[in-house]
């Protein structure tokens, strides 16, 4: 029984077939922090697909000065990543690439010249620092949206400097901003804090999407584990998001 219990382990659930695509990940080869190789991102991809998903947007980071990419390169790449995606013959499509575009200093100078890689209705993905308030990054929010673009905002539970209940989450909602909650945070992945912040941010409906920011197989790991959450399964199926639509 001990010993049933320790390998205790679970199969895909392809729960996220509701959600059709992912729109948050890093698994465009070695430009970010996420998969290093071609073999972890199709392993990866291979392991959405047997969660249900039909569709994959990649959104590697654009952040100053950390990773320092830039449009035209990480097109290129994607280009010759999607070749080799489809000589594999993986059951999930990839539809785009994006960014996942962090608002730190040199943010000012990406909408002074916007050069955003967007998807669906022109949404820019955005996050914030993950340690660090910033001044300004409300303004620079407006400024994106007044250049036409729908801002979305990557993992909002995952900023431990806004408080659920201030006004600071309340004001983007209000200004039209989306949210994205990460699935993993809803397990715990991130600690308690940030499963509380996200369970408590889908079940007042501000998380239109969900995204599964997966960075390697860690990550993809624990999405099968997660596909088996009686707490995820009953978000999944009581909620609408606008993945869909993607
Ligand atoms: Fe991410």
């Known amino acids: 029984m001990l010993l049933r219990l320790f390998n205790k382990k679970h199969k895909p659930n392809p729960i996220f077939g509701a959600l059709g695509t992912d729109m948050h990940m890093h698994l465009l080869p070695s430009v970010d922090d996420g998969s290093k190789s ?14 249900g998903y039909r569709r994959a947007i990649l959104t590697p980071h654009f952040q100053y000065p950390r990773f320092q990419n830039k449009e035209f390169d990480i097109e290129r790449r994607f280009a010759e990543f999607s070749q ?7 059951d999930i499509e990839l539809v785009c690439v994006s960014g996942e575009y962090r608002i730190d200093s040199g943010f000012q100078a990406r909408l002074d010249q916007p050069a955003f890689l967007t998807f669906g209705n022109n949404y820019v993905l955005v996050e914030f620092s993950l340690n660090h308030p ?10 994106l949206q007044m250049k036409g673009y729908e801002v979305i905002l990557a993992h909002p539970e995952r900023y431990p400097y806004i408080a659920l209940d201030g006004d600071r989450y309340q004001r983007m909602k209000d200004a039209g901003v989306y949210f994205q909650c990460n699935i993993l945070s809803l397990v715990g992945f991130y600690g308690a804090e940030c ?10 409906g501000w998380s239109e999407f969900l995204g599964t920011d997966t960075h390697n197989t860690m990550y993809t790991r624990a999405l099968v584990e997660a596909s088996n959450d009686r707490t ?15």
């Open 84 to 90: 080799q995606v489809a000589q594999a013959g993986l």
């Open 195 to 204: 499963r509380r912040k996200a369970l408590a941010m889908i079940d007042r």
């Open 38 to 51: 071609l073999e972890e991102s199709l392993e990866c991809l291979r392991t959405l697909a047997s969660l």
């Open 232 to 246: 995820v399964q009953r978000i999944i199926s009581h909620n609408q998001f606008m993945n869909k639509e993607l």
């Open 134 to 143: 910033m001044m300004g990054v409300d303004d620079m929010i407006f400024d």
